[in-house]
C-alpha cells in the first residue's frame, strides 16, 4: 500500500500544478489586472507622498517660520492675519496647507492668538480644530480651549473640556491645574459633587503635584458649600 501510494503522489502533484496552470490562464486578465492595480495604487502612494505631501509640507513650515517669530512677540494680530511684506498670516496657512502637520499647528498658534486678544469665541473655535496626540501639547491645547469657554461663561463645556484635557495628560504637571480649574468652575456652578472628585483626583493620584500641597482645603470648603 505505501508503494502505492508513493507511485500516485507524483501524479497527484502533476495534476495540482496542471490545474493551478489551467486557473491562471483562464483567469490571467483578473490576475493581471489586480497585479496591475496593486502597482498603480503603490506608485500613486508614492508619488503623492514624494511629489505633493512633502514639498506642500515644507512649504508650509516656510510659511509659518515667520509667523512663529511674530508670536513670540507678542505680536499677535500680525501673527493671525499677516503682515505687507509676504507673511500670509496663521489663519490663512491653516486653510491654504489643510492637510498638513503645520496646518495643524497653525490652527493652535491662531486659536492662542485669539485668546491673547481677548477674543474667546473665535480662539475656542480654533484651538478644537487642533488635532495632536503629543501628552504635553495636545492637553495643554485642550485645556486652552477650556478657558476659553470659561470666559465665554459656557461653564459646562468649560469643565468638560478641562477634565478631558486632565485625563489626556494623565501626569504630574499638566493634569492638577486642570483639575484644579474644572474644580472651582463645577463649584461656581453648585455641582459640589462633581467639584469634590476633581479635587480629590489630585490629592489621590497626583499628590506630588504643587496642586496638591493644600488641596485638602478646597475639598472641604467644596463639602461645606454641598451642605
Do not use: W
Request: with cysteine; charged share 25%.
Amino acid at each position: 500500500m505505501a508503494d502505492q501510494k508513493n507511485h500516485h503522489a507524483p501524479l497527484d502533484m502533476e495534476e495540482a500544478l496542471s490545474n493551478s496552470e489551467a486557473f491562471i490562464i483562464k483567469h490571467k486578465k483578473t490576475i493581471l489586472g489586480c497585479i496591475a492595480g496593486i502597482i498603480i495604487l503603490v506608485v500613486g502612494i508614492l508619488m503623492y507622498k514624494h511629489l505633493y505631501s512633502e514639498p506642500r509640507e515644507e512649504k508650509a513650515q516656510t510659511a509659518i517660520f515667520k509667523g512663529q517669530q511674530y508670536f513670540e512677540q507678542d505680536a499677535y494680530e500680525i501673527a493671525l492675519n499677516g503682515d505687507s511684506i509676504g507673511y500670509i498670516g496663521f489663519n490663512k496657512i491653516a486653510d491654504q496647507f489643510s492637510g498638513t502637520k503645520t496646518a495643524n499647528l497653525a490652527k493652535a498658534y491662531a486659536g492662542i492668538c485669539y485668546k491673547n486678544l481677548g477674543k474667546y469665541d473665535e480662539a475656542a473655535k480654533a484651538l478644537e480644530g487642533f488635532d495632536g496626540d503629543d501628552q504635553m501639547v495636545a492637553p495643554a491645547i485642550l485645556g486652552a480651549a477650556g478657558n476659553c469657554y470659561a470666559e465665554l461663561g459656557k461653564l459646562d463645556k468649560a469643565s468638560s473640556l478641562l477634565l478631558k484635557a486632565a485625563d489626556k495628560a494623565d501626569n504630574n504637571t499638566l493634569s492638577p491645574i486642570f483639575l484644579m480649574q474644572a474644580g472651582d468652575i463645577l463649584v461656581k456652578q453648585g455641582k459640589y459633587d462633581d467639584a469634590i472628585t476633581a479635587y480629590t483626583k489630585i490629592k489621590d493620584k497626583y499628590f506630588q503635584s504643587y496642586q496638591a500641597m493644600d488641596i485638602d482645603k478646597y475639598i472641604e470648603r467644596a463639602k461645606l458649600l454641598k451642605k
